[in-house]
């Protein structure tokens, strides 16, 4: 079986994680909320998504961009 894909942002630490199964790939840096407007925390759901990679792109290359 395939590791799932996910993504996992830290609201305190404005990061990214990009994890393969349990394994953190890399991170990035995010904006969140600011007090008057803030970001809850919970589960999101893409929706839209644009410049996906072909599938046959090695994760790796996706994770160096």
Known sequence: PQETLSVRVSLERHLLGLYLGEAL????EVGSGKPA????PGV????????????ST?????AAA
């Open 37 to 40: 407007t803030p970001t809850y």
């Open 25 to 28: 790939v890399k991170e990035f």
């Open 44 to 55: 999101y759901e893409v929706k839209d998504k644009r410049g996906l990679p072909p599938a």
């Open 58 to 62: 090695p994760l790796a290359a996706v």
